[in-house]
């Protein structure tokens, strides 16, 4: 698992700004040496593209952090029934840009949004629950009370695939877990 330090040198928003910034040191010293064949295209190419990457670094979501290693749960993940939450693990596990949350048209369709502090996810937690994959979501809830959460609890499950139950715990105040699992399979009937 990489640290948060080296993941974030490593986005997509810092390779863009250094290679802005590398082309941009190559362009000026080729310049004060009078090599214009080599200065101005990447003087040209070289200031836009930090600029750029500047941008990108300024509207930068780090993914959100998974507690779980790369390697488990392989099999269960890649079930077919398991691919509405595969596809919101790969959703959160990436870098986002000019969003202030992830999963924030999710949360703002449920109501669970606060424009001026929406909560944050901050971590999510892969689990097995009867042998099926399952999701815990980790959020800081900022501007969004536990007791709203609890009003769509309901709905929350239903919204991010079907045969899905969700569970709020609130393991500190401020901070709830969204966990999504499978629902329950029926027991089967006991034969008189």
């Known amino acids: 698992m990489q640290s948060p330090r080296s993941s974030a040198l490593l986005s997509p928003g810092s390779l863009v700004t250094l290679a802005g910034a590398a082309l941009t040191v190559v362009g000026s010293v080729a310049y004060l040496g009078d090599n214009a064949n ?26 959100a952090r998974c507690l779980t290693p790369p390697g488990a749960l392989r099999a269960l993940r890649e079930r077919p029934e398991s691919e509405s939450l595969r596809k919101l693990l790969a959703d959160v596990s990436r870098w986002r840009y000019g ?12 109501k669970l949004w606060d424009e001026d502090d929406p909560p944050q996810l901050m971590e999510v937690e892969e689990f097995e629950h009867q042998s099926r994959y399952g999701l815990r979501l980790s959020f800081d809830l900022h501007g969004v009370s ?47």
């Open 38 to 63: 080599l200065s101005l295209p990447t003087i040209f190419y070289g200031i836009p593209i930090l600029l750029g990457g500047l941008a990108l670094k300024s509207s930068e979501l780090p993914p």
């Open 99 to 110: 969003q202030k949350a992830h999963l924030e048209s999710s949360l703002e369709a449920l």
């Open 146 to 192: 536990a007791e709203r959460w609890q009003e769509r609890r309901e709905r929350l499950g239903r919204f991010f695939g079907p045969g899905l139950e969700a569970l709020l715990e609130q393991p500190a105040p401020g901070r709830l877990c969204l966990v999504l699992q499978p629902l329950a399979a029926d027991p089967t009937p006991v034969a008189p």
